[in-house]
């Protein structure tokens, strides 16, 4: 049987004017065919909750209104809430979207009920909503050799393999992206000023230039001992060594619930769509992160405070411990017998119920 399906979610870590941060993918049918339409949700159910209110009450400094959804900032909204006319077609998209969403006879959403229970119920009183994440561990990409990148993959194993435990900082913004050289050159002073080893992903895209021109003259002379700076890696196998202390994230949902299922604490540096909400839940509620910058600027001397504060200290092992249970949980979901393994299959019966009992409605579909 043909279905309408759509995905809708956040693909663009940050973008200049012309960055376009959520995509949406349909399979299309007749508008007058009974065929189930399930809508898939790449981002966390609080996402999906801020959207489906975005256009209810007066934005002030302090929300508390949104069903499921903790008292949230307007700082924390998604950008194209925060100021819908920086990138219009980023607005009308969401929109698009959202009215989508809304149709749907099931929304389907990457997460959990033990990370996100509130937002995933309020949802559940609008629409039939299944938690399936987290769905990037149903295989482990560390040892597959499926890609997940288009992109050509630096190894950096026997680079972390020489590195003592928690000692390296994982640096990436993503795969799409524009940065200017002054935040390159601010973030770069700011490692150097901590000390830590790391492994930095600087991609063309996300700078918009090529090579040394990206970081302060003579930066990567300095660095060589300490650093390893490649234009894309498996994030997977970097965040899984025992090497890596720490990540330096844009808080893309995917790379959260990655630094997550790795017990990897992180900084969070938000740009675009969904990651200020996101940041909003790593440090606010769950503890297991910090902001990178309090201010509008990234400073250096900030950003060496933070890192030092993430991997080094008290602060350190309690985001550790904090992390690790939080990790658990995700990992005890996918066990045999576990409540996301039920979810699948609840839903995966009552689909193909819906999918036979519209096969009556309209014969002329076929499974």
Same mark, same amino acid.
């Given at each position: 049987?043909?279905?309408?399906?759509?995905?809708?979610?956040?693909?663009?870590?940050?973008?200049?004017?012309?960055?376009?941060?959520?995509?949406?993918?349909?399979?299309?049918?007749?508008?007058?065919?009974?065929?189930?339409? !399930?809508?898939?949700?790449?981002?966390?159910?609080?996402?999906?909750?801020?959207?489906?209110?975005?256009?209810?009450?007066?934005?002030?400094?302090?929300?508390?209104?949104?069903?499921?959804?903790?008292?949230?900032?307007?700082?924390?909204?998604?950008?194209?809430?925060?100021?819908?006319?920086?990138?219009?077609?980023?607005?009308?998209? !969401?929109?698009?979207?959202?009215?989508?969403?809304?149709?749907?006879?099931?929304?389907?959403?990457?997460?959990?009920?033990?990370?996100?229970?509130?937002?995933?119920?309020? /949802?559940?009183?609008?629409?039939?909503?299944?938690?399936?994440?987290?769905?990037?561990?149903?295989?482990? *990409?560390?040892?597959?050799?499926?890609?997940?990148? /288009?992109?050509?993959?630096?190894?950096?194993?026997?680079?972390?393999?020489?590195?003592?435990?928690?000692?390296?900082?994982?640096?990436?913004?993503?795969?799409?992206?524009?940065?200017?050289? =002054?935040?390159?050159?601010?973030?770069?002073?700011?490692?150097?000023?901590? =000390?830590?080893?790391?492994?930095?992903?600087?991609? $063309?895209?996300?700078?918009?230039?090529?090579?040394? %021109?990206?970081?302060?003259?003579? *930066?990567? %002379?300095?660095?060589?001992?300490?650093?390893?700076?490649?234009?894309?890696?498996?994030?997977?196998?970097? /965040?899984?060594?025992?090497?890596?202390?720490? *990540? /330096?994230?844009?808080?893309?949902?995917?790379?959260?619930?990655?630094?997550?299922? $790795?017990?990897?604490?992180?900084?969070? $540096?938000? *740009?675009?769509?969904?990651?200020?909400?996101?940041?909003?839940?790593?440090?606010?509620?769950?503890?297991?992160?910090?902001?990178?910058?309090?201010?509008?600027?990234?400073?250096?001397? =900030?950003?060496?405070?933070?890192?030092?504060?993430?991997?080094?200290?008290?602060?350190?092992?309690?985001?550790?411990?904090?992390?690790?249970?939080?990790?658990?949980?995700?990992?005890?979901?996918?066990?045999?017998?576990?409540?996301?393994?039920?979810?699948?299959?609840?839903?995966?019966?009552?689909?193909?119920?819906?999918?036979?009992? %519209?096969?009556?409605?309209?014969?002329?579909?076929?499974?």
């Amino acid at each position: 049987m043909e279905a309408r399906a759509t995905l809708v979610g956040p693909v663009s870590p940050r973008g200049g004017s012309e960055g376009v941060a959520l995509s949406f993918w349909a399979t299309p049918v007749d508008e007058e065919v009974a065929a189930p339409f !399930a809508g898939a949700a790449e981002g966390g159910a609080g996402f999906l909750g801020v959207g489906e209110e975005e256009g209810n009450g007066n934005v002030d400094n302090h929300i508390n209104y949104i069903p499921g959804v903790h008292s949230i900032t307007t700082t924390d909204l998604m950008t194209y809430l925060q100021d819908p006319e920086a990138i219009p077609v980023l607005i009308l998209m !969401a929109e698009k979207g959202f009215e989508q969403v809304r149709k749907a006879d099931f929304v389907l959403c990457n997460s959990m009920d033990e990370l996100e229970l509130e937002a995933l119920s309020a /949802l559940n009183q609008k629409h039939p909503t299944y938690a399936i994440g987290p769905i990037n561990f149903y295989t482990d *990409f560390t040892k597959t050799s499926i890609a997940k990148s /288009l992109w050509s993959e630096s190894d950096c194993t026997h680079w972390l393999n020489s590195k003592s435990s928690g000692s390296v900082l994982y640096v990436s913004f993503g795969s799409v992206a524009r940065c200017n050289k =002054e935040e390159i050159g601010e973030l770069a002073h700011g490692i150097l000023l901590s =000390e830590v080893y790391f492994v930095w992903v600087l991609h $063309y895209d996300f700078i918009g230039w090529k090579g040394s %021109d990206a970081f302060p003259d003579g *930066f990567e %002379d300095i660095v060589k001992d300490k650093g390893l700076i490649v234009p894309w890696c498996n994030q997977n196998m970097v /965040l899984s060594s025992p090497a890596t202390g720490g *990540f /330096l994230t844009h808080c893309g949902w995917n790379s959260v619930l990655e630094s997550i299922w $790795y017990s990897v604490p992180m900084i969070c $540096y938000p *740009f675009l769509v969904d990651q200020p909400t996101n940041r909003k839940l790593v440090v606010d509620d769950w503890k297991i992160g910090v902001n990178l910058i309090d201010e509008e600027q990234v400073g250096r001397k =900030e950003v060496a405070n933070k890192i030092n504060m993430l991997m080094r200290g008290e602060n350190s092992i309690r985001m550790k411990q904090a992390i690790e249970k939080v990790s658990k949980k995700l990992h005890d979901s996918l066990d045999v017998g576990a409540h996301q393994t039920e979810i699948l299959i609840d839903f995966s019966r009552i689909w193909r119920t819906n999918c036979m009992r %519209d096969l009556l409605i309209s014969p002329e579909l076929t499974l």
